[in-house]
């Protein structure tokens, strides 16, 4: 069984970073796709950005060039460094991974497994 385990959210302001962990044991993954989502109240979940096996990376067009996603793979850990946060960045941000390659899922967000999520919440 796979299981992800999210932490770094906070509230910060308007111009600040944050860093979200997620950790990812379980003997049965193999690493295929690994990605973020986030959900704002009243609005549905939506791919912020990915990452696959070779380091290929995708981004939501809202966050481009603000945040950063990454993988360190001997720990089995993914990232999301969250520059220049917005308050429209006010959201749930969830860790997903799937087992293949990210062209296989819906918009290249995986979708296989969840975290339980952080909460990211940012003042103006």
């Known amino acids: 069984q796979v299981q992800l385990v999210e932490s770094g959210g906070g509230s910060v302001q308007s111009g600040g970073s944050l860093r979200l962990s997620c950790v990812v044991s379980g003997s049965t993954y193999s690493g295929g796709c690994m990605g973020w989502f986030s959900q704002a109240p009243g609005k549905e979940r939506a791919g912020v950005a990915a990452?696959?096996?070779?380091?290929?990376?995708r981004y939501a067009d809202s966050v481009k060039g603000r945040f950063t996603i990454s993988q360190d793979n001997a720990k089995n850990t993914l990232y999301l460094q969250m520059n220049s946060l917005k308050p429209e960045d006010t959201a749930m941000y969830y860790c997903?991974?799937?087992?293949?390659?990210?062209?296989?899922?819906?918009?290249?967000?995986?979708?296989?497994?969840w975290g339980q999520g952080t909460q990211v919440t940012v003042s103006s």
């Open positions: 990452i696959d096996r070779s380091g290929n990376t």
């Open positions: 997903t991974i799937g087992h293949l390659h990210c062209s296989y899922y819906s918009g290249g967000y995986p979708s296989q497994y």
